[in-house]
């Protein structure tokens, strides 16, 4: 037999099928538990809806950036993703994924300072990186930038 959240809470232990632990349940806190039942599996159905429907997302809604992924925010390369800033980077990386992986950010010229002076314009691959933190509820993401080699072109 299950203990109800206000049982545990009075200290209350859960009695086992065969009694050898049994205790006397108390007919007031049975009550207060069954009313509550309803409302909490209400409570979890709105956050359900309220989510889309995936109650993962709540879990993974915690991100944090680390230097490395910060490290192309002002050397022209974050200004040519589009991503200056930690609001905007967490921005790129959904609140469900999970494991470690990578979203392709297409490829993206070069800044000025990198280009050469024949008239070829650089452009390179560039993603972000992200993985499950060591925490478990929060995803880390450690690189965004160019990765690869550079592609050429005429300009």
């Known amino acids: 037999m299950q203990t109800h959240a206000p049982q545990k809470q009075a200290g209350r232990k859960p009695t086992d099928a065969g009694g050898a632990r049994s205790t006397q349940p108390s007919t007031g806190l049975q009550r207060r538990a069954d009313r509550s ?91 972000i990186g992200y993985e499950d933190s060591r925490y478990g509820d929060q995803t880390r993401i450690f690189a965004c930038g160019p990765i690869g080699r550079a592609y050429w072109r005429d300009a």
Do not use: F
């Not at 409570?43 to 915690?62: E, H, M």
């Open 37 to 127: 039942a309803p409302v909490s599996a209400l409570a979890a159905l709105q956050r359900k809806a309220d989510l889309g429907g995936n109650d993962t997302l709540q879990l993974r809604a915690v991100k944090y950036v680390t230097a490395h992924a910060r490290s192309h925010y002002h050397d022209g390369w974050g200004a040519n993703m589009g991503i200056q800033d930690d609001t905007t980077l967490k921005s790129k990386v959904p609140n469900s994924v999970t494991g470690s992986g990578s979203i392709d950010l297409g490829r993206i010229d070069a800044p000025d300072s990198e280009q050469d002076t024949e008239g070829r314009i650089k452009a390179k691959d560039c993603s």
